[in-house]
């Protein structure tokens, strides 16, 4: 159970609320290495939107089968920390166990990313992991004017422009106009994870409400494609609910996996920039 469980469990991170399952369906492509030689300075974007702002913070518990198994939140703070002139804005991803799951497969995950406040895409990323028993740590530098990013194994590979870590592409994710989607259109985040560069791909399906122990929410499905058959039999066993309103903020995310099923919900909110689209 416990390599299988851990990447279910990855789900306490929040973020998982988009990239939950396709550590196990990324179409694997491993980043090639940068040339010795420097590369020239590429320009930055700047994007505008207004899905979030410093102060937000978003709690979730996380249901396995019936059993209260961990909580998640998912903080956006200030800083005065800046990088090429930019200033940067610090996100802070916990997650652990809860109740009698954490007395068996005890988690304690920390996600922080400190992103590029203009052009929402990071600069420093650190994740430590402690899920029962196992533990590691990552430190990627993104050097984003170089297209670059140096791992904690002193390993520097050459990525695309403003590509995303785990932990801001959650952020990324809500700024995209969804005004137009039809039901089937993809959006493809691209990713640098685990020493690989992989796409984030995320499915529009339409527009349901979704009844929480909070209250009823307007919102907006979308399914992770991921490679089925693995953890997922299909891309149906997993789907993300966010509210159909500027936050874009995901209140619901369910997945049937092959030991069980798992399910998070928004729990908490405080510190949105517009009014959530709460019934």
């Known amino acids: 159970m416990g390599d299988m469980t851990r990447k279910c469990l990855f789900l306490l991170a929040g973020v998982a609320l988009f990239t939950s399952g396709l550590a196990q369906g990324r179409t694997q492509t491993p980043a090639s290495p940068t040339p010795a030689a420097a590369l020239g300075t590429f320009p930055l974007r700047t994007l505008e939107h207004t899905a979030f702002k410093p102060g937000e913070k978003l709690t979730y518990v996380l249901h396995y089968g019936f059993v209260n198994a961990g909580e998640a939140t998912l903080e956006l703070r200030e ?25 068996f497969y005890k988690v304690d995950d920390h996600y922080e990313t400190y992103m590029d406040q203009q052009g929402v895409f990071p600069w420093i990323f650190m994740r430590r992991v402690s899920e029962g ?53 993809e959006f493809t985040i691209q990713c640098f994870l685990d020493d690989e560069l992989w796409p984030l791909k995320m499915r529009f399906i339409g527009k349901e409400t979704v009844k929480l122990r909070n209250g009823k929410y307007r919102c907006l499905k979308f399914q992770p494609v991921v490679q089925e058959g693995r953890i997922f ?22 997945a049937k996996v092959l030991v069980g099923s798992i399910k998070m919900e928004l729990s908490g909110y405080e510190g949105l920039v517009h009014p959530i689209a709460k019934e």
């Not at 430190?139 to 870590?165: C, E, G, I, N, R």
């Open 233 to 254: 039999k299909t891309n149906d066993d997993l789907n993300v609910w966010v509210t159909d309103d500027p936050n874009h903020i995901p209140v619901l995310a369910q």
């Open 79 to 103: 800083t005065d920390l800046t990088i090429q002139g930019r200033k940067m804005i610090q996100a802070v991803g916990k997650g652990r166990s809860i109740g009698a799951f954490n007395t």
């Open 133 to 185: 028993g196992y533990e590691f740590s990552q430190d990627y530098a993104y050097m984003q004017h170089l297209h670059q990013v140096t791992t904690q194994k002193k390993q520097t590979h050459t990525v695309p422009p403003h590509v995303q870590d785990m932990l801001s592409a959650f952020y990324y994710a809500r700024t995209i106009d969804y005004s137009k989607a039809k039901p089937g259109d």
